[in-house]
C-alpha cells in the first residue's frame, strides 16, 4: 500500500520510445547561434596575447568573445572566488576557457575557434599533489579531524605499520555532454536551458556575469542524460558563456561540448595521495589511526573543499577508532578542477583505511576480514567528528555473512586456487557507511509548489533535477500517498528558478528526501485544508476520521463516500487555496567547523558486499564473478529504482577501482581524452552475478517515507573489487609486490603477478 500502482520509474517509457526531452531536443529558435569554445593548449602560463581577427573573418562568425567583453564579474566560482570565466593574464590549466566564438553554425563556429591564435608564455606546471603542498599551493589550510590522542596510544600498540595509499581520478562519462541554450527574453530577463544538477548555482554564475541580478535569470531543467557531480559546480561555465553571448547579442546562443572537449576541460574525481600510520593491539583492535591526505584539487577552488571535508568524515569508514588524527591538504595543481563525483571524497577516504588495514593483514598473515570484523563501529559508538551512530554496522555484516554463507565462500577459493595454477579465485568484503545530508549544514533545506487544479489534478515543481536517479517518480509517489490519488493525477515538472528558488543541487544523495519532505509539507497542508472542506460535506468536526485514500474521501466507517475531485471542486468553489509551498529543512543537524565536531548527518546508511574475482594469472586480465551485498534500504518506497541506483553505483565504483585511468602527462595534457584510451565498464566488465539483500530494520530515521537515500553510498561496494583481485595475486604470488594505487589494471595486474 505504500507503494501507489505506478510504473517503476515514470520516465521509462518516453524513454524507451524516444520521446524524453533532453537539452538537445529542445526545438531551436529561428536566430539562434552556436558557440565554441577554445580551451587553453597549455597548463600554466601567462598569456601575452590572444589574436581572434582570423577568426572574426570567417563567414558566418558573429563575434569572438575573451575576458573583457565579460559585462558583470569575470568569476563562477562557488565556495571560493577563484575561478575565472575566461582567462584572463593567466592560464592554469589545460583546456581552461579562453575564448568564445559564436557563429551561425557549429562547424562554422568549430572551424573559427580553430582560427584563434594564443601567444602563451609557458610556466611549468604542477601536476602532482604533494609536490604542490610542498610549494605551498593550497586552496585552503589544511584541516584536521581529531579524537582522543593519537601519539599517547601508539605508545600502547602491540603492532604499528605505515604505508602510502593512492587513488585516481574518475571521468564522469554522463551520456549526455554539458550544455546551455540560453533564450532572451523581454526587459533584460534570459531564460537558459541548462544540463545542470544546480540550477540555483548556474543562476548565480550567470547573474554575477552579465551583471544582472538574480530575478532576471531563469534557469530551466527538464532532465539531464546522467550527472554523477560532473554538473553540480562545472555547467555554470557553459551556462554563463551562452548567456553573456545571447545578453550581448540578444539571440538565442546554444553550446553542447563535443565529447573530447568535456573530457579534456572539465573535472573529474579528486585523486588522492596518502599516507597512513595504523596501531593495533595484539587481539588486532585498532587503538590509533593516523592519516594524512593529499587531495588533487586542480586548479581553482570548485566543490573541493567540500569534497574535502567529506573524505575526512568518512575517513574511518565502518570502524571505531578510539584515536584518530586526520589531515587533509586541498592541493591546487594544473589541472582542470577536480569536482564532486558520486561519493564527494568519502570513497577516497574510505580507499586508505580499507587499504591500511590489508596491509597490516599481509604483514602480519592473517586474513583481512577478521581485523575488518573485530572493528566494526556499534550503535553510540563515535567516529571522529563526535557523532554517534545510529545503526549498526556489526548487524549489516552478520546479515551478509549469514545469508552468503562467507565461511564456504572462503573454503571454496581456498579449493580452487590448490586445484587452478593459472587461475585464482580471491575475495574480499567490503562494509560501507555513507553519512546522508550536505556536510554543509545551510544547504540542507528545500521547496515544492503544489497547485491542485479545479478539475482535481495535480502539478508539482520542486528543486529536485532528474537526472536518470528516479527523484521525480519518488516525488510523484509521496505526493499520491499524501493526497490518496492515483499517479496519473499528478505531474511533475521541470526545475524551474522562477518556481522555485534558492535551490541546492541535486547532490549528496539527499535529493528525494529534501525535496520529497518539502512536497510531502505542501500536500499535508493541502489536504487539512480540503479535509476542512469535506467535513461540511461529510457532517462531522472529526477531521482525524476522515480518509483520502484511491481518489475517494470518506470517514473512517462510513460506507458513503465523496470524490477527490467533488471535494476539490468545492474547496475551489469555496474560494479556498489550491496553492502550497512547502518548505523543509533538515532537524537537528549541526557542525562546527573550528573544532570540526558536530552532527552533521541525518542519518548513515550502512552495507555490506562481499567480491569474488577470478584472475588470469597468465595474462593479467580478471572477471568479477559475483557481488553479494545486503544493503541498508530502510524501507525503500521503489525498489526497481534503488535496486538500479545499486547496481550502477556498484559497478561505477568497479570502474574507478579496477579499469578507469585518468592520464595527465607532465605537461598537464589529458592523455586518456576518449573511450579508446579510457576504459570503462562494459558487459564484459561486469560482475557475472549481482545479489542484492535488504537489510532488515524496523528502525525509525529521518529518509522520507522511511526510505533511505541510496544515490551514492552503493559506489562504494566497488573498493571490494579492488581488494578481491589483490587477493587473488597474492595466491599466485605471495611475495607480489603490490602498490596501494588503485585503479589495479590489467597492466598492473600483470606486471604484480610477476613482480
Ligand atoms: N555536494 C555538496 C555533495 O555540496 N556537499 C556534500 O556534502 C555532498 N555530498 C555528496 C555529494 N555531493
Ligand atoms: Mo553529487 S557527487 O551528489 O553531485
Known amino acids: 500500500e505504500r507503494i501507489p500502482p505506478t510504473q517503476t520509474n515514470i520516465d521509462s517509457q518516453t524513454h524507451l520510445r524516444g520521446e524524453s ?6 526545438p531551436i529558435l529561428t536566430g539562434t547561434l552556436f558557440g565554441a569554445c577554445l580551451g587553453s593548449p597549455v597548463a600554466h602560463g601567462h598569456i601575452r596575447s590572444i589574436d581572434i581577427s582570423a577568426a572574426e573573418a570567417v563567414p558566418g562568425v558573429i563575434k569572438v568573445f575573451t575576458a573583457k567583453d565579460i559585462a558583470g564579474e569575470n568569476e563562477i566560482g562557488g565556495i571560493i572566488q577563484d575561478e575565472p570565466l575566461l582567462a584572463d593574464h593567466e592560464v592554469h590549466f589545460c583546456g581552461m576557457p579562453v575564448a568564445f566564438v559564436v557563429a551561425e553554425t557549429w562547424d562554422i563556429a568549430r572551424y573559427a575557434m580553430k582560427q584563434i591564435i594564443t601567444d602563451i608564455e609557458e610556466h611549468e606546471p604542477v601536476t602532482c599533489p604533494r609536490k604542490a603542498k610542498e610549494l605551498g599551493m593550497l586552496i585552503h589550510p589544511p584541516r584536521t579531524h581529531r579524537l582522543g590522542n593519537v601519539d599517547e596510544a601508539f605508545e600502547n600498540c602491540h603492532y604499528i605499520f605505515e604505508g602510502q595509499a593512492d587513488s ?60 554523477f557531480g560532473g554538473k553540480e559546480d562545472q555547467a555554470n561555465t557553459w ?5 553573456m553571448a545571447a545578453h550581448h547579442l540578444q539571440v538565442p546562443v546554444k553550446y553542447a561540448l563535443h565529447r573530447l572537449d568535456d573530457m579534456a576541460m572539465t573535472g573529474k574525481r579528486h585523486p588522492y595521495s596518502s599516507d597512513f600510520k595504523i596501531g593495533l593491539s595484539e587481539d588486532l583492535k585498532i587503538l590509533a589511526y593516523e592519516v594524512t591526505f593529499y587531495q588533487n584539487s586542480g586548479a581553482s577552488a570548485d566543490l573541493s573543499p567540500a569534497v574535502l571535508e567529506r573524505t575526512l568524515f568518512h575517513c574511518n569508514n565502518t570502524y571505531y577508532i578510539p584515536n584518530v588524527r586526520a589531515t587533509a591538504y586541498p592541493c591546487k595543481t594544473h589541472l582542470p578542477p577536480n569536482t564532486a563525483f558520486r561519493g564527494f571524497g568519502g570513497p577516497q577516504g574510505m580507499f586508505v583505511i580499507e587499504s591500511a588495514i590489508m596491509f597490516v593483514a599481509e604483514k602480519l598473515g592473517v586474513d583481512a576480514t577478521d581485523i575488518q570484523y573485530r572493528n566494526l563501529i556499534q550503535t553510540g559508538q563515535p567516529f571522529a567528528y563526535r557523532q554517534l551512530v545510529d545503526s549498526d554496522a556489526q548487524n549489516c555484516w552478520h546479515a551478509a555473512a549469514n545469508a552468503f554463507n562467507i565461511g ?32 554543509n549544514t545551510m544547504m540542507n533545506n528545500a521547496r515544492a509548489l503544489v497547485h491542485i487544479y479545479s478539475d482535481g489534478s495535480v502539478n508539482i515543481s520542486t528543486g529536485a533535477v532528474e537526472m536518470g536517479q528516479g ?4 516525488i510523484m509517489q509521496v505526493a499520491a500517498v499524501t493526497l490518496g490519488i492515483h499517479p496519473r493525477k499528478i505531474k511533475i515538472l521541470s526545475t524551474n528558478t522562477y518556481r522555485v528558488a534558492n535551490t541546492s543541487p541535486s547532490a549528496a544523495s539527499a535529493t528525494a528526501d529534501l525535496n520529497g519532505k518539502a512536497a510531502q509539507i505542501a500536500c499535508t497542508a493541502l489536504l487539512n485544508r480540503l479535509k476542512e472542506v469535506a467535513a461540511q460535506q461529510l457532517n462531522t468536526t472529526e477531521l482525524d476520521h476522515i480518509c483520502f485514500k484511491n481518489g475517494l474521501v470518506y470517514l473512517d466507517d462510513a460506507e458513503t463516500a465523496l470524490t477527490w475531485e467533488a471535494v476539490v471542486m468545492t474547496a475551489f468553489v469555496q474560494r479556498v487555496a489550491l496553492t502550497e509551498n512547502g518548505h523543509y529543512a533538515t532537524p537537528k543537524i549541526h557542525y562546527d567547523k573550528a573544532t570540526e565536531q558536530g552532527h552533521p548527518f541525518a542519518y548513515h546508511v550502512f552495507g555490506t558486499s562481499i567480491t569474488e574475482v577470478t584472475v588470469d594469472c597468465i595474462r593479467g586480465i580478471y572477471d568479477i564473478d559475483s557481488v553479494k551485498i545486503v544493503h541498508d534500504f530502510g524501507e525503500s518506497m521503489n525498489t526497481g529504482i534503488d535496486m538500479g541506483q545499486i547496481e550502477g553505483g556498484l559497478v561505477q565504483g568497479i570502474g574507478w577501482m579496477t579499469l578507469e585511468e585518468v592520464v595527465y602527462d607532465a605537461k598537464g595534457k589529458l592523455r586518456s581524452n576518449a573511450l579508446s584510451t579510457y576504459k570503462v565498464p562494459d558487459v564484459y566488465s561486469v560482475p557475472g552475478t549481482i545479489t542484492i539483500l535488504p537489510l532488515e530494520t524496523d528502525k525509525d530515521n529521518m529518509a522520507i517515507l522511511k526510505s533511505k537515500a541510496v544515490g551514492e553510498p552503493p559506489l562504494m561496494y566497488g573498493i571490494g573489487s579492488y581488494f578481491a ?31
Open 408 to 439: 564456504q565462500i572462503k573454503k571454496d577459493i581456498a579449493v580452487f586456487n590448490e586445484q587452478n595454477e593459472h587461475y585464482k579465485k580471491g575475495m574480499a568484503i567490503m562494509p560501507i557507511c555513507f553519512g546522508i545530508s550536505f556536510t
Open 471 to 474: 527523484v521525480n517518480t519518488k
Open 725 to 755: 583481485i589483490r587477493n587473488a595475486i597474492k595466491a599466485f604470488n605471495p611475495n607480489a609486490k603490490i602498490a596501494l594505487d588503485a585503479p589495479m589494471t590489467p597492466e598492473k595486474t600483470l606486471m604484480a603477478l610477476y613482480s
Open 168 to 227: 585516481n581520478g574518475q571521468e564522469h562519462l554522463y551520456i549526455e555532454t554539458q550544455g546551455a541554450y540560453a533564450v532572451p527574453q523581454e526587459n533584460g530577463q534570459i531564460r537558459i536551458y541548462s544540463s545542470t544538477q544546480g540550477p540555483t548555482a548556474v543562476q548565480k554564475a550567470v547573474s554575477k556575469v552579465l551583471g544582472v541580478p538574480q530575478h532576471s535569470i531563469e534557469i530551466d531543467v527538464t532532465r539531464l542524460g546522467g550527472g
Open 239 to 243: 551556462a554563463a558563456l551562452c548567456a
Open 21 to 26: 526531452l533532453y537539452l538537445d531536443d529542445i
